[in-house]
């Protein structure tokens, strides 16, 4: 799927010449394929800083030849499905979780073992392990990192499919205890921002990284953290769209979603254009 993407975005801007700028906003696993289609459109154009003779010459990110403004996802379970309630149909029964990874590719196909980690083509890692780093002709972190702002919109609540640390790109006991959640009178339904808390947070190369003694949950935060993100935690627990928060986050449909209309006018009110 993100190798099509990648066409597809390749498509458009040889049609559109006139376009200058690229953004993606994605929805659960549609963000997950638009990282890896960031990993083949990344690419550096070359930037002249002088009209002199003696010009100095320096490189610039570019997203299929773009300048990279937003890329925003919408209950992403960036960090697979494999943790401890990071599907939360299954309860946290540790049985459900435990059998998950043998039966998800059944009913979703190679998504489900992507999701698991359980994919290791010619012996190599998971895809998800892979894509928290650059590898190859792959610049999956690089890419990421050219964007102007990264945001992670979750459910802190309600969401059956995606749980709330996955989608946030945090530990357990990172996210916000109830009484940090507060209600918007603008967006009423985006209960916490954090904003750029990674600053402090130097680059690391992939083998430092991988040389520590991890989980693969903690190994894709640590990879993920390279770089900052906002994440701005939703809540639909008044709302009677609540148990299709999955849904709701983005509105997928207005007639059943409509709640969901503030978290998606949040997103445009700080777009970056």
């Known amino acids: 799927m993100g190798e099509r993407l990648a066409d597809e975005v390749l498509a458009v801007v040889r049609r559109r010449p006139e376009v200058r700028r690229i953004s993606f906003v994605a929805h ?34 570019r997203i299929a030849g773009l300048e990279p403004m937003n890329f925003i996802t919408f209950a992403t ?10 599907l ?17 590719h059944w009913i979703v196909g190679r998504s489900g073992k992507h999701l698991f980690l359980t994919d290791k ?9 892979r894509m928290v780093n650059d590898e190859n002709e792959l610049k999956f972190m690089s890419a990421l990192r050219s964007f102007k702002r990264r945001v992670a919109y979750a459910n802190a609540n309600y969401d059956h499919m995606v749980g709330w640390r996955t989608s946030s790109i ?25 904003r750029d808390n990674n600053k402090n947070i130097n680059w690391k190369d992939s083998s430092i990284i991988r040389s520590q003694t991890m989980d693969l949950e903690e190994e894709m935060i640590r990879g993920l953290a390279q770089v900052n ?29 409509s709640d969901g209309a503030d978290v998606v006018f949040h997103m445009i009110d700080n777009f970056l254009l």
């Open 121 to 129: 083509d010619d012996g190599r890692l998971p895809l998800l392990l």
């Open 229 to 257: 993100w906002e994440r701005v935690d939703v809540s639909f627990h008044k709302s009677r769209q609540r148990y299709i928060a999955h849904s709701t986050i983005q509105v997928k449909s207005y007639w059943l979603n």
């Open 170 to 194: 945090r530990r357990q006991h990172e996210l916000p205890t109830p009484n940090f959640l507060v209600k918007d009178g603008v967006y009423p339904h985006i209960v916490y921002v954090e």
């Open 88 to 104: 939360p149909f299954l309860c946290g029964v540790p049985f459900l979780e435990r059998r998950a990874p043998q039966t998800a």
């Open 28 to 61: 659960s696993l549609g963000g997950l394929v638009a990282r890896y289609a960031l990993g083949r459109l990344y690419g550096l154009l070359p930037e002249i800083e002088s009209a002199d003779t003696t010009q100095n010459c320096s490189t610039e990110a």
């Open 77 to 86: 379970p960036h960090l697979g499905s494999r943790g401890h309630k990071q």
